[in-house]
């Protein structure tokens, strides 16, 4: 390693002396080359008493196995700038050999993929280094301490280099600063960030004193950027309005165009990370009022965005996957509310939408599945793993319908979220029991028993005959005993 690497380190002022004062991490990300493009990662840290500490990847995440393929040659020294044995003890881990407590610096370059394509299976969650873009998700390139693997709140500092005087903008979950900033999260929360440098276009929105960024890769699409600015920013808005919540001082949607994986092909999907939300699209996608290229992306981005609190501030006990008919379920229930109330879907797009979660609930083979069961197989059957999506929604819709008339309009499923809310704040987690515990106390304990019987061991549910009345009607009318899925029709628009 260049000797100057390690004596910017020292010069910069991040701890090399009094290790107490300075942070627990420090990342550094360093644009080697600019042409061909090559980055390499910095990590300074102190070591564990012992002879060593161990360092590892994520071994797989999102979809993309054996993360520790991207770190590529891996070195380490100690702040006299002597270089330290590392031993692979497996594909994703690493120990580092050192006298106790010494000053670490590990230093390795990324493997990144070469041609980002969509023949595979979110292929794009893997480093993308190109001549022209850096597109980091922390949880698939980035190395830590096995130790600190945990929620604690760490000191850790980030920072850019050689970035800047290559004329490349940087932006991160963390803020826009070319120069990078030290931050108080978690090791967990850290390399669930997204780190971006390169070829983007940045816009900021002001929402009640909060900053919205946008940062848009590509120009093939069928909207111009301020429309997708304006459509994301709607939602964001939107869905702080409704919990009443804006403390979150920064967050970042970032736009990556992918390419089609076969002509006239469709792709558009994307992920919730710290802070902000990683979006990835095939070119050519529009977003004209009512088509369906619109509804796709509004209702990802409001269903990943509601996951800030349902599923963030709003944690679940673990095991985690026995509330995914909440964590999953009500977050789509409240995509599709908060897009109608904020005006960029219709009545009639939002009932299209319910009758086709009735459609599909319907006719699941995994309908009846208990929510144990669901639970094994979530991630192995796609039927089961739609089954809390659906069952999830469809149950909130009711329970609201339940809530309006327990309390002759006073309350709605609304309230009942917002106190969940209120309760995490106090340090509460829910779990499938509190849940219905709290929504026995909105409606009855019989009610409670009825979603009880439906979530925990499978019952099919039975729809109210009186479903959203006057607002609604049935025009195909429940019936536990026929194939043919119930089906609503708007009489006029109502409390959506």
Not at 150 to 166: C, H, K, M, N, V
């Amino acid at each position: 390693m260049p000797a100057e690497c390690f004596l910017w380190f020292a010069i910069s002022g991040l701890g090399c002396g009094d290790q107490a004062s300075g942070p627990d991490l420090v990342y550094v990300f360093e644009l080697a080359s600019k042409r061909p493009a090559s980055v390499r990662i910095h990590l300074r840290v102190a070591g564990t008493d012992g002879p060593g500490t161990m360092f590892a990847t994520q071994p797989h995440w999102g979809g993309i196995e054996r993360c520790g393929q991207f770190v590529d040659n891996l070195q380490a020294f100690d702040v006299a700038d002597q270089r330290l044995r590392v031993e692979a003890v497996a594909e994703n881990q690493w120990q580092v050999e050192h006298a106790p407590r010494s000053l670490l610096h590990l230093v390795y370059e990324l493997h990144p993929l070469e041609q980002v394509t969509d023949k595979i299976r979110s292929n794009h969650y893997r480093p993308i280094v190109r001549d022209d873009l850096v597109h980091l998700i922390g949880e698939t390139c980035l190395l830590f301490p096995v130790l600190m693997d945990d929620e604690t709140p760490r000191r850790i500092e980030y920072q850019w280099l050689g970035f800047s005087e290559a004329g490349w903008d940087v932006v991160s979950s963390f803020g826009p600063d070319p120069a990078g900033k030290g931050v108080q999260e978690s090791v967990q929360a850290f390399r669930h960030a997204l780190f971006l440098a390169g070829d983007f276009r940045l816009y900021s929105v002001d929402l009640e004193g909060r900053r919205l960024q946008l940062a848009l890769n590509g120009r093939k699409w069928g909207f111009e950027d301020a429309e997708f600015v304006e459509m994301a920013a709607t939602i964001v808005r939107t869905e702080r309005e409704f919990w009443k919540d804006f403390e979150d001082p920064y967050y970042l949607i970032s736009l990556l165009q992918i390419p089609k994986a076969t002509p006239g092909s469709i792709s558009t999907g994307g992920t919730g990370l710290t802070h902000s939300f990683a979006l990835f699209m095939t070119p050519g996608q529009s977003l004209t009022p009512g088509s369906p290229d619109a509804f796709r992306i509004q209702s990802l981005l409001a269903h990943e965005y509601f996951h800030e609190w349902n599923g963030g501030k709003i944690s679940a006990q673990m095991p985690s996957d026995l509330c995914y008919w909440f964590s999953e379920g009500f977050t789509d229930f409240y995509a599709a509310r908060l897009l109608h109330r904020a005006g960029l879907t219709g009545a009639e797009q939002w009932l299209e939408t319910i009758n086709r979660w009735i459609d599909e609930y319907w006719k699941s083979p995994a309908r009846n599945l208990c929510n144990a069961d669901i639970a094994k197989a979530f991630w192995t059957d796609a039927a089961t793993q739609d089954q809390p999506y659906r069952r999830g929604a469809l149950l909130a819709l009711i329970i609201d319908w339940e809530i309006r008339k327990d309390s002759d309009g006073a309350m709605s499923l609304d309230d009942w979220m917002q106190e969940l809310l209120e309760n995490s704040r106090a340090g509460e987690k829910v779990s499938t029991d509190s849940l219905l515990g709290s929504i026995a106390s909105f409606t009855s304990e019989d009610f409670a028993q009825s979603v009880r019987a439906i979530v925990v061991d499978g019952c099919t549910i039975e729809f109210p005959a009186d479903l959203f009345l006057p607002y609604l009607e049935w025009a195909a009318a429940p019936d536990l005993e026929s194939t043919a899925p119930p089906r609503l029709r708007l009489i006029s628009e109502g409390p959506f």
